[in-house]
């Protein structure tokens, strides 16, 4: 039977939410706060993200492109031609929702790096058209986003923004939690297993795959609207290569197909950078050396690898 | 009718200078793209650092320069650090998390290459750096078209870095483990290959091959610490558009590849000439899920 929350989620949700409320008054200062929100709206991207590559087996090196239309369409539709924050939001959505359908018809026919190959290639045509369109997109200069208006009051500060970004990502964990108890959820880890066994059983395959990546898609968009409008200012960046990888990163860090492991892969990956600075020079050099020994000495991520070993010791 | 015949001629040499340019850029690509098929023949790893290694032979070979060694030494020198460097890699990372998944790897070859960035931009700087035309800048005029020394050197090393490799792997007892271990790993050890050593040869040539690219496409196109992201990328998708491993493949997919956008720009828009390259990579991995000579296993599903 469906249950509004799973039980054995109940813990770890209430936990998080019991983290989020918490850590606004933890954090020493707004730019702390700032670093927060990131975090939090990377982590929803990564959940979603996860689904797609953890649970079902999937990869994607361009999903940041669907992070780039959400903050994109926030920019323009609402800078340009003034429609409503919201609106912009999900027109975002919506077009994120349909190029990952479109796109997913066909290239989720294909496994290993040639996937990897292929959502790579859609990704960078997406990045490729933001930064060549200038007059849409400000192109590499970048281009401001107005405020985000709830009623005609603009939705300012770094607190509102925080708990927006966390009330969002409670939604995504709690969606991302019920989904994978549901026999939807469960398809997602037949195909993971065996795409043949999972067609013997009846699975429509290819509906599924392509389900699963337009949800993930639409996740980023939002979050990429959402992060438009709270940082004021986009450039094509946020919908590169290196922010493609940069989220894949985070749940292979933090753990394929667990939920709260790309949570955490989130947090770890967009807080570090922010302690590197103190190394200047050598930030990029740190950086990629201790991705180095993940990958070495954490092979299937922080949050199982942890599991595995917290079971054993409780037996 | 005289004009006519004008035009006529112009048309061609224009037709004419995009085939060599697209032909150089290819050459390059190629090199890349045999970096990744050596690679993942032996060890059935992408490696995402394949572009750091043009980067690292480039910037190597143009501070030698500045050191006072004469261009043949620096370009030589360069490459024997570069292959130093794929070794080092083989031995201190992909040895240590062999037998982690896919992404894992695709992980700490990333780490590898945001690591080599970090360490040119400490080691050397964040500017932009070139070495010498190999032979003079001055075109020499061919039909009509002209043509940059540079492109000739580009293309013939290529050809014989193709000769040289296609002996390599025929002729000799190393390179024909390396063949046997590509097409059946557990089979190759079975029959006393050291398929260690196997792995450390692959990033040595994988190293060799970057550094060769770096130091020919550095007289063309300056080079800095983050060069080798794009030049990876279109390496790879030149391998993944050949048939990833396959080397006939990769000459294929580099050609094409670089043809591909040496003829949007001129004749669409130079704009979207790298968006174009991977629109038909995608189209091309859609109806051929393998690549244009890959091998017809699995993988359409």
Known sequence: MMQFVPARSLLPLSGLALALVAAPFLLPNSFALGVAILAILNAAVAVGLNLFVGSAGQISLGHAAFFGIGAYAAAILSGTYGFNGAVALLAGAVASGLLAHASGRTILRLSGHYLAMATLGVGIIVYLAINQEIGFTGGPDGKAVPPFRIFGAAVVGEMQWYWIAAIFLLIVTWMALNLVETGYGRSLGAIHASEHGARAVGIDVAAVKTGIFVLSAVLASVAGSLYAFHIGFITPSEAGFLKSVELVIMIVVGGLGSVFGAILGALLITALPQFLTGFHDYEQLVFGLLLMLVAMALRRGIVPTLATLAARWAR | ?301
């Open chain 2, 1 to 301: 009718m005289v004009a006519k015949t004008l035009k006529a001629i112009r048309l061609m040499a224009d037709f004419l200078q995009f085939i060599i340019a697209g032909t150089t850029v290819g050459a390059v690509y190629t090199l890349v793209a045999i970096g990744f098929s050596v690679i993942f023949n032996a060890t059935r790893i992408v490696n995402f650092a394949q572009g750091e290694f043009l980067m690292i032979g480039g910037m190597s070979a143009a501070f030698l320069l500045k050191a006072g060694l004469p261009l043949w030494a620096a370009a030589l020198l360069a490459i024997a650090v570069t292959a130093a460097v794929g070794m080092a890699l083989e031995v201190f990372a992909v040895r240590i998390a062999r037998g982690a998944g896919i992404l894992m790897l695709i992980v700490l070859t990333i780490g590898a290459a945001i690591t080599f960035r970090g360490v040119a931009q400490i080691i050397w700087d964040r500017n932009y750096h070139s070495l010498p035309a190999f032979s003079g800048t001055a075109p020499l005029d061919i039909f009509g078209a002209s043509i940059a020394p540079q492109s000739i050197w580009v293309i013939v090393v290529c050809l014989v870095v193709v000769a040289a490799l296609h002996l390599f792997f025929t002729r000799t007892l190393v390179g024909k483990a390396m063949r046997a271990v590509a097409a059946d790993r557990d089979a190759a050890y079975l029959c006393g290959i050291d398929v260690n050593r196997t792995m450390l040869v692959a990033f040595a040539l994988a190293g060799a091959l970057g550094a060769v690219g770096g130091v020919l496409i550095a007289p063309i196109a300056l080079i800095h610490f983050e060069s080798g992201i794009m030049l990876g990328l279109k390496g790879f998708a030149a391998a993944m558009l050949g048939g990833i491993g396959s080397f006939p493949g990769a000459i294929a997919g580099g050609l094409v590849l670089g043809l591909g956008e040496a003829f949007t720009a001129g004749y669409l828009t130079s704009a979207y000439k790298d968006a174009l390259a991977f629109l038909v990579i995608v189209i091309v991995l859609i109806a051929r899920p393998n690549g244009i000579l890959g091998k017809s296993t699995a993988g359409r599903v």
